[in-house]
């Protein structure tokens, strides 16, 4: 069995979805992550797994269901704080953010028999999910971050490495207004398309 990761901030205000602001209000922002959060948050607790991980940058609320341990994000930069997250798990792992509540439980249930590492491309060329059969921190550590290519360079890194990779479905990440509709026409029921369908865009004046 595997231990499911999520890594995420605390959805305040001001901290979380900055691109969704405008057209939507600070506090709308939050709430939409924090609906993202909690739709991804459920889908891990009903995957099959031997533990459930919430390695979160702040303070855990209302928002989390029962059975996950909550651990805090470490110091430095997002390769640093993902490759603690694996530095801390002694058997296979896999590991997902918070910004893609369409997410289901059948895509979290991986089988690592016949493969090392999962990968799992974003549409802005990031990866939303990535998953070692034996963690190993050194192979994020270094990846660059949050650009077009980062998605590209982790997983040459897994192929560089050794490792037989096998990949997950290609999902869209919440960052612009644009992808916050996409997702929630794919999960229609899900608290993130509730919440967006709440959400009043500001009108320039």
């Known amino acids: 069995m595997t ?24 506090e709308e922002a939050a709430r939409l992550a924090q ?14 797994a031997t533990r459930r991980v919430l390695v979160l940058d702040g303070t855990p609320g ?20 993902l490759a603690d997250a694996f530095a801390h798990c002694s058997g296979p792992a896999l590991l997902i953010g918070m910004d893609t509540p369409q997410v289901t439980p059948r895509l ?9 590492a999962y990968y799992g491309p974003a549409e802005d060329g990031g990866f939303w999910a990535l998953g ?10 270094g990846v660059p971050m ?3 290519v980062t998605g590209a360079v ?24 644009a992808d916050a509709h996409a997702v929630a026409a794919l999960a229609p029921r899900g608290r993130f398309a509730a919440q967006l369908a709440r959400c009043t865009p500001v009108t320039p004046r």
Do not use: M, N, Y
């Open 3 to 26: 231990t499911l990761l999520v890594i995420a901030k605390e959805p305040l205000p001001g901290r979380v979805k900055t691109r969704l602001s405008p057209p939507f209000t600070p």
């Open 35 to 48: 609906a993202a959060l909690a739709d991804t948050l459920h889908a891990v607790a009903a995957a099959p």
């Open 62 to 81: 209302d928002w989390l269901p029962a059975g996950f341990e909550v651990r805090p994000q470490c110091a430095g930069g997002l390769d640093q704080r």
């Open 108 to 116: 979290l249930t991986v089988d690592f028999a016949g493969c090392d």
């Open 132 to 141: 070692l059969a034996e963690p190993d921190p050194a192979l994020l550590r």
């Open 146 to 148: 949050s650009t077009p």
């Open 154 to 177: 982790q997983r040459e890194r897994l192929l560089a490495a050794g490792l037989r990779v096998r990949e997950l479905p290609r999902l869209r990440d919440v960052d612009t207004v």
